[in-house]
């Protein structure tokens, strides 16, 4: 083949490959064009997901203020989570919806849509926009919870009898005043169930609250009776699918009481008995009031003192006594069984925490059962127990097989922080429920 030959075959190669890109390159433009279209269609589908479970989970966690305010912030939300942008050619907006399923728990159903502006496939009229949607559902299951409150003296000096009434109004304010069930329990030298558990708690805790003063606050701190009462609360409610327990144990201090029947010249009477947090002093108190009515120094004083008006908890100021039914008893048995131990502080102490450990761990371990969370506020609590009490997985004793819960702390009592600290701990605690309560 000669030169000529040769130059004229490269010459029709050039100008079939030019013809063939020619012919390629639109499909190829096109194709790139879809590839970074269809990418910024799924960021802005991801964008979307978020914003419209954020709307969901708020309006959920909003329920107890009613749907047109649960819906409104939820709204709010999804505007906060997915800003309009200049390149959506229609505002985004979601659609919050309420049902209820088989067992009678509400439903949200969230749908979210979006209208973005293409960047290369524009130039096809049909594909100048593209629509993406997302969906979102959430159930809220019904709460069964008792409330934990320490009334005792101590609270008087750290600022916490303020601080807790308007914490704890703030609380209960969260959850939903006609499905849920909420009960209000108190413990110093005794135990009460002040609201049992119910719906419409609100106003009647609320109103509890607001009567409550310095002077409400008094005595030792019987916290393994306050447990015992918030299982039996608990385990009151007939339960039902789709059911949360919560228990919420609240306290300034250490548990220092405990209630045995003690030997009275021959008759076993009911008593609470501990009741200080130093020293080696045993007061004993009416079950039902808390009133004291003997204060027990052990050896070497080894006296005994008859309590009675004006003397008033935790030092009794009356002569010695020998009238004392109790003088003759040698100590209490342990929960747990074994040998009698004598009427100390320290024993009383260790006896308390044993017995709110145990039943804590019986609540969580009941079916259904129950999630503890713990608060503690001030600086004399027991980091540790409170934990234990709760399964904190910072606990030393924490057993993944159980509910796990939560110990949250507000040290800055007394100070003028103490009642901003405390309400944001609650917050902290009824986050925690809602967002359990929240599937």
């Not at 030959?5 to 013809?19: C, D, F, P, V």
């Not at 979102?136 to 008087?156: E, F, I, N, P, Y």
């Not at 009567?211 to 447990?227: D, I, R, Y």
Request: a neutral charge; glycine letters at 8%; aromatic letters at 8%.
């Amino acid at each position: 083949m000669n030169s000529i030959s040769r130059t004229r075959k490269r010459k029709n190669e050039r100008g079939q490959i030019l013809l063939m890109l020619a012919v390629a390159l639109p499909m190829l433009l096109l194709f790139l064009g879809l590839a970074i279209d269809a990418g910024f269609a799924y960021v802005t589908k991801a964008r979307l997901s978020k914003a419209v479970d954020a709307a969901c989970l708020t309006t959920m966690k909003n329920l107890s203020q009613g749907q047109s305010v649960a819906a409104a912030l939820g709204t709010n939300s999804f505007n906060a989570n997915y800003p309009t942008t200049g390149l959506d050619s229609i505002p985004p907006a979601v659609n919050l919806t309420f049902t209820t399923d088989a067992n009678g728990n509400t439903l949200i159903n969230a749908t979210g849509t979006a209208t973005i502006k293409t960047f290369f496939i524009r130039i096809l009229p049909q594909f100048r926009t593209v629509s993406v949607a997302d969906r979102a559902q959430a159930t809220r299951a019904k709460l069964v919870m008792s409330l934990m409150l320490d009334r005792s003296g101590s609270m008087q000096n750290n600022n916490g009898w303020s601080a807790l009434p308007p914490a704890v109004t703030s609380f209960v304010s969260d959850f939903d005043d006609t499905n849920d069930y909420v009960a209000s329990i108190s413990f110093a030298s005794n135990a009460t169930v002040d609201f049992p558990i119910g719906h419409h708690f609100q106003t009647p805790i609320t109103n509890l609250m607001n009567t409550w003063n310095k002077s409400s606050f008094s005595g030792g701190t019987f916290g393994p009776g306050g447990l015992v009462l918030a299982k039996a609360q608990n385990d009151s409610v007939v339960t039902t699918a789709n059911i949360v327990k919560v228990a919420v144990y609240f306290t300034d201090g250490l548990v220092n009481i405990i209630q045995q029947p003690l030997s009275c010249n021959g008759t076993p009477t009911l008593y609470n008995f501990g009741g200080y947090d130093s020293g080696t002093d045993v007061g004993f108190f009416v079950p039902t009031t808390g009133v004291q009515v003997y204060h027990y120094i052990p050896p070497p004083t080894n006296q005994w003192y008859l309590c009675g008006p004006p003397s008033s908890d935790p030092y009794c100021t009356n002569t010695p006594t020998n009238s004392s039914c109790l003088k003759n008893d040698a100590g209490f048995i342990p929960s747990g069984g074994g040998a009698t131990k004598p009427f100390t502080r320290a024993n009383v102490t260790a006896e308390a925490q044993s017995e709110a450990l145990a039943t804590a761990t019986a609540m969580r371990t009941e079916v259904p059962n129950t999630v503890i969370y713990s608060i503690g506020l001030g600086t004399s609590v027991d980091q540790t127990f409170l934990q234990e009490v709760a399964n904190d997985p910072a606990s030393p004793t924490y057993d993944p097989t159980q509910p796990q819960g939560l110990a949250v702390f507000a040290p800055n009592c007394p100070s003028s922080q103490c009642t901003a600290q405390l309400q944001t701990v609650f917050q902290t605690i009824a986050s925690k429920i809602l967002l359990r309560l929240t599937r």
